[in-house]
């Protein structure tokens, strides 16, 4: 609830929500993904791939064909936010951390986390989507093998809605080393590879299933670049402490990363391997500010676990359990809170309203003028607008520019 506060202010549309229902909606028109920007009247990549068109499917459908507006978007924001942090407190408990520990320290998780929650971005799918493969990867540890099986669509679903499938790869070959490592130590090499080859197997699968996209090889030639690719214009792309609320995402950063490592510290590689991917993840964040959410996914559902049998995590847990009463009517207080907040900011209602002084207008004003006087022609738009006149305005408008940035734009 009090995350539900902290981001509840998070109600303006993104602009990326729009260009995606666009390039779907002109799927649906002409039968096919286009390869080239129909949208621009200036010259763009050719050819055009868009890595979000699964997600305009998604909002398209979700929005769009089933009349839903806008509660049906902020319905499957908040779905989608509940999965993650579902997914983090099932993976916790299923590895011995307690409720009280995982609910404390996830208030550490805060800052980071909310760079993935707008309203609604494709990158909010890939926390999803994260979430449950570290769950599923957990039931693997326990023996189970039905769950490759029913990942592996949710995989191809996954690289066709964001590019940020790639983490879910990566997640994956770390959890392979982990088996294998342990299953080596305790067995040997040959033993461990017998027993596992199913997750090698799946890995292989999953990277071929890389082709099963509308853009078929293009897709993985778009990946190539856009993973290498400088952003300097864009903030997200830039490091950690150009964030909102810098000095409160760097303490946040510098606790956790302390606790990871005191994890580490304490148990030993071999039963916090997983840790290692966190810190991995830690650096991404501070690199690129748009990396924080994922790195905070990943440390709530692997960290809080991992301190459970230290001497911090078993105080912390006792601590919470002997004031249980008062923890308990603060918790409600805090609830209530969260909801007046809520109130406040009317955090059901998706909001398209702009000022002056927004850095990013979707200028929905604008378009709704043009869309009465009948405009039709070429349309210059600034880099967050023009997504939104297209998916207002197309066909019988283009713009000068939208938010796909590796997709669109020539330099």
């Known amino acids: 609830m009090l995350f539900l506060a902290y981001i509840s202010q998070m109600t303006r549309v993104s602009h990326d929500m729009y260009h995606a229902m666009a390039l779907f909606r002109e799927t649906l028109a002409t039968g096919a993904v286009p390869l080239e920007d129909v949208f621009a009247y200036t010259p763009t990549v050719s050819p055009s791939v868009h890595h979000e068109w699964g997600f305009g499917a998604i909002l398209y459908f ?37 409720w009280q520990l995982f609910a404390t320290l996830s208030l550490l998780v805060f800052p980071l986390v909310w760079v993935g929650c707008a309203t609604i971005r494709a990158q909010l799918f890939t926390l999803a989507f994260l979430s449950i493969l570290l769950v599923l990867l957990d039931r693997d540890r326990r023996g189970d093998r039905w769950w490759l099986l029913a990942w592996l669509p949710l995989h191809c679903i996954w690289l066709n809605v964001h590019a940020g ?18 299953e080596w130590a305790d067995h040997g090499l040959s033993k461990a590879i017998r027993r596992n080859i199913h997750l090698p197997l799946g890995l292989m699968v999953m990277i071929g299933c890389t082709w099963l996209n509308p853009y078929g090889g293009l897709y993985i030639e778009y990946l190539w670049e856009g993973i290498r690719m400088e952003r300097p214009l864009i903030v997200e792309w830039l490091p950690l402490w150009h964030t909102y609320r810098p000095g409160l995402a760097l303490l946040a950063w510098g606790i956790t990363v302390g606790l990871t490592l005191y994890a580490l510290r304490q148990n030993g590689i071999r039963r916090s391997f997983s840790c290692l991917f966190v810190l991995l993840a830690a650096y991404m964040a501070m690199k690129h500010l748009r990396h924080g959410s994922l790195y905070a996914v990943l440390w709530l559902a692997i960290v809080p676990a991992s301190l459970q049998p230290t001497s911090l995590g078993r105080a912390i847990t006792r ?18 809170f969260s909801l007046l907040v809520m109130g406040y900011y009317q955090a059901w209602q998706p909001n398209l309203t702009t000022t002056a002084e927004d850095t990013t207008p979707l200028a929905a004003g604008a378009v709704e003028y043009l869309a009465n006087a009948g405009f039709k022609g070429n349309l210059m738009t600034p880099f967050h607008s023009g997504a939104y006149v297209s998916w207002k305005l197309y066909p019988n408008v283009k713009v000068s520019m939208d938010g796909r940035y590796e997709a669109c734009l020539l330099y």
């Open 62 to 98: 979700a929005i769009e064909a089933l009349g839903t507006g806008g509660l049906g978007l902020m319905a499957l924001k908040y779905a989608l936010i509940g999965c993650v942090m579902w997914c983090c407190y099932e993976r916790t408990r299923r590895n011995g951390g307690s």
């Open 165 to 182: 499938f790639v983490v879910g790869l990566v997640a994956y070959g770390f959890h392979c080393l982990e088996v294998l490592w342990n």
């Open 319 to 336: 601590w919470v359990s002997e004031h249980r009463n008062g923890v308990y009517r603060f918790a409600w207080k805090c609830c209530v």
